[in-house]
Structure formats: structure tokens, C-alpha cells
């Protein structure tokens, strides 16, 4: 027993753990090295308006230090709560309804369509509104929900469902789904390209072993696919959930933020704070809890996402 162990090969693991160990020092070096200035660029790009606002929230316009005043009197600003209250309905609806239609759209092109051509054309399609920009996306809404000249009631008379205007943008109720129908317009076909890559990388084997033992297409979905979605939604929803927080140009386009305060987002909230009553503080201090709150969000979702450590 002694002699077949003293045969045995002396373990050399060590001695390329070492030098992968060395040769990864080395390629990490380097890749700090090539980021540097990159890092140092956007680090001072963002830190510098940070610091700017963080100082402005906590000053008055002259300079004078006043602590949290700011913050006091932005949260207690009865309007801070419409805008907290109507940037939440808004999220509920564009939210689900994105991640819905474009679930549904990447299941069905990725099990319906086969042919390669078609598969380009429907991504091309499907790039189409994101690089449209927010500004020209709400200058053609409004021509389609405008009174008097919008395209939607015209096609609605045309069709006799409607004898007079209706007022897509002066109900409140109305005012809302139609600024949330542009983001869900231009916004769902970045939910169908992130979940139809996705699907992309579902081992073919399970899902032709599951087809065997004769699953049905939510099995397959809710055992298989659903596995490799899971971190991709979780990505979705910070995007998306940062986004809701700063859309900005479509809204100011079609409603302004009305009627009353009822399409007055956050971001255009703070816009009026800065720009329309000249509240510097105020809106800094907005701003500062804005940006708190998306980095706490980041926090989270990149603990929940699988990242790969070294």
C-alpha cells in the first residue's frame, strides 16, 4: 500500500493554481489599468453634480447653511404627495402591462416563428421605437389624442362609435392611460428583445426532454424557461422602475402634468419646483432622495441577480 502511494503522482494543482492566480493578477492589473480613465471620467461626470446637489439641498440661495429645511418642506409639500401618488399609478400600469406583452410576444416568436428572416424583421420592428426619440414620440401622441384635430377621434366618428370628441386628455382618468399607452408603446419591445434573448439560452435538450414526457406549454414554461428568465426580470424591473422615475418628455408634451396635478410625474414635479417657482433647495433636496432611493434599488437587485465572483 505504501509502495503504490509513494508510486502516485505528486499532486501538482498547486503549482498552476499558483500561476493562474499570478497570470489573473496580472490580466486584472491590466484591465484596471485600461478602465482607469474611463472609471475616473464618469466618476468625476457624477460625483461633481452630486456633490452640487447635495450642498444646494441642504443651503439657500444666498449659501446660508439650513440643515434638512429642504427636505422638511419637500416632504411636506402636499403637491409631493399627488406627484408620489400619480408617478405609483402610472408605474402600476405601464409596468405590468410591459412585462406582460412583451413575456407573450418573445414566447410566441421564439416557439412560433421559425424562419430566421422573419425572426430579423420582427427584431428590427421591434428596435424601431427605442430609438425613436421621447420628444418626437409625444409631438405624433398628442396628434392622435388631441381634440379637434386627433387622429383617434376622428377614427372613432368614422366608425360611428362616437358622435362628439372624447376628451382623452382633459379626464384625468383618460389623461392617464394615455400617457402611459406611449411608454407601453415605445417600452414593451425592450421587455420582448431582453426576454426573447433570454429564451435563447434554454438548453434544447430539457425542453425536447420535457416535450417527450408530454408537458404543456405552461409546464415547460413555468419548469424550464421561467429558470433562466428569473434574473432577466429582476433587471427588467430596475431598468424599467428607473425609467418610470425620470420619464419626462412625452408627458410634458401631452398633458403638461394635467389636468390639475393628475399626470404630474415626479420628474416633471421637480422640474416645475426648479423652473417654475425657482426653488432651488427644494428641488435639490428632491433630486438628492431620488437618487438615494434608485442606488438603495440597485443595491437590491444586483444582491438578487446570480453575478458571477471571482
Known amino acids: 500500500m505504501s509502495r503504490v502511494v509513494a508510486e502516485l503522482p505528486v499532486p501538482t494543482g498547486s503549482k498552476p493554481v499558483g500561476a493562474g492566480r499570478r497570470r489573473r493578477s496580472r490580466q486584472e492589473r491590466l484591465a484596471y489599468t485600461i478602465l482607469l480613465p474611463a472609471l475616473g471620467i464618469v466618476f468625476v461626470i ?22 434638512f429645511r ?98 382623452w386628455l382633459g379626464v384625468p382618468i383618460l389623461a392617464m392611460g394615455s400617457v402611459a399607452s ?5 417600452w414593451t419591445p425592450f421587455v420582448y428583445l431582453v426576454l426573447f434573448a433570454g429564451l435563447q439560452t434554454v438548453p434544447k435538450e430539457s425542453v425536447e426532454a420535457a416535450q417527450v414526457d408530454g408537458a404543456t406549454w405552461w409546464t415547460q414554461f413555468r419548469y424550464i424557461e421561467l429558470h433562466y428568465l428569473r434574473p432577466l426580470f429582476l433587471l427588467i424591473l430596475f431598468f424599467r422602475v428607473a425609467d418610470v422615475l425620470r420619464v419626462f418628455d412625452h408627458v410634458y408634451i401631452l398633458t403638461g402634468g394635467g ?46 441577480l446570480p453575478l458571477e465572483r471571482a
Do not use: C
Open 70 to 167: 429642504n427636505y422638511a418642506r419637500a416632504l411636506g409639500n402636499p403637491l409631493f404627495v399627488d406627484a408620489l401618488r400619480a408617478t405609483g399609478l402610472y408605474a402600476l400600469i405601464v409596468l405590468p402591462t410591459e412585462i406582460l406583452l412583451g413575456l407573450s410576444f418573445a414566447l410566441l416568436v421564439h416557439r412560433a416563428v421559425k424562419r430566421a428572416g422573419l425572426r430579423a424583421t420582427l427584431y428590427v420592428l421591434a428596435v424601431v421605437p427605442l430609438v425613436v426619440p421621447p420628444v418626437a414620440v409625444g409631438v405624433v401622441a398628442r396628434l392622435i389624442y388631441a381634440p379637434g384635430y386627433g387622429v383617434l377621434n376622428y377614427v372613432l366618428h368614422s366608425l360611428g362609435i362616437t358622435h362628439s370628441d372624447i376628451q
Open 46 to 67: 457624477v460625483t461633481i453634480p452630486f456633490v452640487i446637489a447635495v450642498w444646494q439641498s441642504v443651503t439657500l440661495d444666498d449659501g446660508t447653511f439650513v440643515g
Open 259 to 304: 389636468p390639475g396635478t393628475a399626470t404630474q410625474l415626479l420628474s416633471l414635479y421637480i422640474y416645475r419646483i426648479e423652473f417654475r417657482f425657482f426653488d432651488g433647495g427644494q428641488a435639490a433636496a428632491l433630486a438628492v432622495m431620488v437618487l438615494v432611493s434608485i442606488s438603495i434599488l440597485y443595491s437590491l437587485v444586483t444582491r438578487a
Open 182 to 186: 406611449v411608454d407601453i408603446w415605445q
